[in-house]
T-cell receptor, first 110, second 113 residues
Framework: ELKVEQNPLFLSMQEGKNYTIYCNYS?????LYWYRQDPGKSLESLFV?????AVKQEGRLMASLDTKARLSTLHITAAVHDLSATYFC??????????FGTGTRLTIIP | NAGVTQTPKFRVLKTGQSMTLLCAQD?????MYWYRQDPGMGLRLIHY???????AKGEVPDGYNVSRLKKQNFLLGLESAAPSQTSVYFC????????????FGSGTRLTVV
């Protein structure tokens, strides 16, 4: 059974701190995607990771992919309030569609 | 750039009524999808299409039908709405091979009373 698991599901962190969101998946995938969703809004693409060892960075966010460990991480550096949102990872398991994790709700506290 | 457009944005239905949600994309994407989003459950795939005239079932297809008569449009139908279909529905599209992930529409918030 295909599973994409994120942890933590809820994360409350102080501004200026660093933290990591983990995305584990149950079967082989060479591709992993990260999305951001603000309350009441649609999903916005953050990163597309297309191979083992891929690392991408945008501002205070950095995503990486380890296909052998079936693990992707989304690292937040020196968090700011604007990063408060729900973050989803999704895997492409070769069946022409993405399977999403249940999301991590991130709240940045001043 | 319109991208992916969903109509309507909000709708309230009575149990047993029918309706059609429209998804239109102007990016010449081959693949189109319908997901529903419920609290604590992430996004679950209802139906999808990998090209004009094709459709396939996703994870939660019961109670829904779809059609892709034109490449740019993907319609989601509810024949007899039930309260369990109260949800936020997202349409998405992408190119063959999923190289860029999905482009999502803005969503349709449906309430069935």
């Amino acid at each position: 059974e295909l599973k994409v698991e994120q942890n933590p599901l809820f994360l409350s962190m102080q501004e200026g701190k660093n933290y990591t969101i983990y995305c584990n998946y149950s079967t082989t995938s060479d591709r992993l995607y990260w999305y951001r969703q603000d309350p009441g809004k649609s999903l916005e693409s953050l990163f597309v990771l297309l191979s083992n060892g891929a690392v991408k960075q945008e501002g205070r966010l950095m995503a990486s992919l380890d296909t052998k460990a079936r693990l992707s991480t989304l690292h937040i550096t020196a968090a700011v309030h604007d990063l408060s949102a729900t973050y989803f990872c999704a895997g492409d398991f070769g069946n022409e569609k993405l399977t999403f994790g249940t999301g991590t709700r991130l709240t940045i506290i001043p | 750039n319109a991208g992916v457009t969903q109509t309507p944005k909000f709708r309230v239905l009575k149990t047993g009524q029918s309706m059609t949600l429209l998804c239109a994309q102007d990016m010449n994407h081959e693949y189109m999808y319908w997901y529903r989003q419920d609290p604590g459950m992430g996004l679950r795939l209802i139906h999808y299409s990998v090209g004009e005239g094709t459709t396939a079932k996703g994870e939660v297809p019961d109670g829904y039908n779809v059609s892709r008569l034109k490449k740019q449009n993907f319609l989601l139908g509810l024949e007899s709405a039930a309260p369990s279909q109260t949800s936020v529905y997202f349409c998405a599209s992408t190119v063959t091979g999923l190289l860029y992930g999905y482009t999502f529409g803005s969503g349709t918030r449906l309430t069935v009373v």
